[in-house]
């Protein structure tokens, strides 16, 4: 029986299953349950699971004393250009800062024929006003006030639900924004405004201005999303607070979410990062490189010395998202990804099968060849997934290779499945290498995690090809996002751009730092964070003189150590340092909220059990006859050798040739590579 007053649930909405875990942070114990996606009312589906995991452990919904989600409505929103119809005040004579954008176009589009997107707000839902405050913050053109209400009239005959506000320079000098959003709430009532210093005090116009603008088009959704949600929890009498997973790899409360909803962008990857930094650091791993494979994409992430390293240089769609985010690197390349030839070339994926029809082993009138279709002709799956509820039609598979791969490159089904492997495999290997040869890491140093329904298939695949010799499967790799909601702290970055970028001074960056604090402590207040949980880091934005781009160092004690550490890190990063001067650009206060960690429940010691089948898998040295093992019934300690295939609910692992595995204490499976030539 769960204990009273200690039970944590998290929830994580895919756009097939809802992922449930239910945890009792005084015993350890953890409830895991899986429920089908309700796209047209997500907020069923979190109900549906909550009572799912409350009725295995016997325990009423008023028994929750914390309840986590990551959800994918804002990101959605963005993506799918369905967010409010919005407009954005601004300075004069800025009002077309969006539509001129930067001069670059995105890494694989033709020069020749890429067209600019339209943007989310056109220029004429773009208001100006009379006002103006120079880099340094200094006032040289009062605020007029009647422009404001002039604008605010223009407004409204708009018929918009939201309004952004960002001014020049306002970053270095608030108060401006902060008048306008007053007199925009009273004037524009049932309106949602947002200021820029809310959501990205920082410089740079462009990015600034387009994140004030995806934040005012998703708040109407976010709320209205967040209030169902609150409702919802109410109803089952819940008392709970609700806490959302932010990009940072942190969560906050709903009322920090209504204010900036934008956090919430790529929150989804997000969650299975801190639950494998988790699931490795009681392994006593702190490198590892994270590979999270779904249906449509895989996100790549790399953690050393157990810290996951965020980046503000993030995109949601066409469009720069700057705000502070878990740094990882997405591909089209998931289970759905479909197999075409163009040209008598084979190419796999971005394009995706989705749920529905999904792979043709699915039976729901899929007809196109995907890499769950090539594992299921290759013997990889079993006949049937989620404990036995679904039946693949291995059939169904052969066929679609067959005619639409295989016969037209005078292939065989196998040879055809491998190849389209080997596709995906390989574009997967290139998003690793970005995260880790690209930022100055051996791949070869760290631990392999592949979690997500698809991850465990492909991971010894994946560390051969990167000469990796050790990979990590936690113990519930497919549910491993809602997992990480659980261990998951409370996070919130505050930063300044200061008015002009300048050599490192320690006594001007106290000051800022200081502010900065301030507004981190009211936060963690306002969180209900005790004094001993809480955790402040310094962090600056530093560049040579005359670059475009910043990296992010933590802050040392004297200004000697910040530019030896950030020389350091350009030479990390790029191979070289320059003998000029560091200007400090951006300060940051990151605020942590630490989570009490439950204790680890040590699996009962066993040795390795008898499978229960056998079924021919196609290696590219022949067909063999492979043991298939239940994950629950193997112990700590267990040792096996490949080949071999696992099976569990939420995922199925393919143990290689020539690796070998040890069943840790907390139920993650520590694969190896065998000495000696690979079978």
């Not at 929750?64 to 601004?90: F, P, Y």
């Amino acid at each position: 029986m769960p204990s009273p007053e200690s039970l944590s649930i998290a929830v994580d909405i895919g756009g097939t299953f809802t992922d449930i875990s239910l945890l009792d942070r005084v015993t350890g114990r953890v409830w895991r349950a899986k429920t089908p996606s309700i796209p047209s009312d997500p907020s069923e589906a979190f109900l549906n699971g909550i009572r799912l995991a409350l009725s295995d452990a016997g325990m009423p919904a008023s028994a929750l004393t914390q309840v986590l989600h990551g959800t994918t409505v804002a990101t959605n929103m963005i993506l799918e250009d369905k967010g409010a119809r919005s407009a954005l005040v601004t300075t004069r004579g800025f009002r077309h800062v969006l539509a001129i954008g930067r001069q670059d176009i995105p890494r694989h589009s033709n020069f020749y024929t890429w067209v600019k997107p339209e943007r989310p707000v056109p220029a004429s839902r773009i208001v100006e006003i009379d006002e103006r405050i120079i880099a340094g913050g200094e006032v040289t053109l009062p605020l007029d006030e009647t422009s404001v209400l002039a604008a605010a009239a223009a407004i409204r005959d708009m018929q918009v639900e939201a309004v952004g506000v960002c001014l020049l320079h306002a970053f270095a000098n608030p108060a401006h924004e902060r008048r306008v959003a007053e007199i925009l709430r009273a004037e524009l009532p049932g309106v949602a405004v947002t200021i820029s210093t809310d959501v990205l005090p920082v410089a740079r116009e462009f990015e600034r201005s387009m994140t004030t603008v995806l934040n005012a088009s998703v708040m109407p959704g976010v709320t209205t999303y967040v209030e169902r949600l609150e409702q919802r929890l109410a109803d089952e009498k819940v008392k709970a607070p609700l806490l959302l997973m932010q990009s940072n790899g942190g969560v906050a409360g709903a009322a920090a979410i209504r204010q900036a909803p934008a956090l919430t962008a790529l929150s989804g990857p997000a969650a299975g990062v801190v639950g494998a930094r988790a699931v490795a650091a009681a392994c006593g791993i702190a490198d590892i490189i994270t590979v999270d494979i779904g249906g449509t994409s895989a996100d790549i992430c790399l953690i050393k010395d157990g810290r996951i390293g965020l980046t503000q240089q993030g995109k949601v769609g066409e469009w720069p998202l700057p705000l502070p985010m878990v740094d990882m690197v997405t591909i089209g390349a998931g289970g759905g990804s479909i197999a075409r030839i163009e040209h008598s070339t084979l190419s796999v994926g971005p394009q995706s099968a989705g749920a529905r029809p999904g792979p043709a082993c699915y039976g729901h009138g899929g007809t196109e060849p995907t890499v769950t279709d090539a594992h299921v002709a290759l013997g990889h799956l079993p006949s049937r997934l989620l404990g036995g509820r679904m039946e693949l039609d291995v059939e169904a598979s052969r066929t679609a290779i067959e005619g639409k791969v295989a016969r037209p490159l005078g292939l065989s089904v196998e040879e055809a499945a491998r190849g389209m492997l080997a596709i995906v495999d390989n574009n997967m290997v290139g998003a690793v290498r970005v995260v880790s040869v690209e930022r100055g890491h051996d791949p070869r140093k760290f631990t392999l995690m592949p979690f997500g329904g698809a991850g465990p298939l492909h991971g010894c695949a994946l560390a051969e090809l990167l000469g990796m010799s050790s990979v990590m499967i936690s113990p519930a790799p497919g549910i491993l996002c809602a997992d990480g909601l659980l261990f998951a702290d409370l996070r919130a970055e505050f930063s300044r751009t200061l008015p002009r970028a300048g050599v490192v001074d320690m006594d001007a960056a106290a000051a800022v730092f200081d502010e900065l604090e301030a507004q981190a402590d009211g936060w963690l207040a306002a969180e209900g964070v005790g004094d001993q949980d809480r955790r402040i880091s310094r962090v600056a934005l530093l560049r040579y003189h005359g670059q475009g781009g910043e990296i992010s160092i933590p802050w040392a004690g004297s200004s000697e150590a910040v530019e030896a550490n950030f020389a350091a890190r350009h030479k990390e990063l790029y191979g070289f340092a320059m003998e000029t001067t560091i200007e400090v650009v951006t300060l940051r206060v990151e605020a942590t909220g630490v989570t009490v960690q439950p204790p680890q429940i040590a699996l009962a010691v066993s040795a390795v059990p008898q499978p229960y089948d056998h079924a021919p898998v196609a290696f590219a040295t022949g067909v063999q006859q492979v043991p298939l093992y239940e994950r629950s019934a193997f112990g700590a300690g267990a040792r096996f050798k490949g080949p071999m295939i696992v099976t569990q609910l939420d995922t199925t692992t393919l143990v290689a040739p020539g690796w070998n595995g040890y069943v840790a204490e907390n139920g993650a499976m520590l694969l190896t590579k065998a000495e000696g030539p690979v079978q």
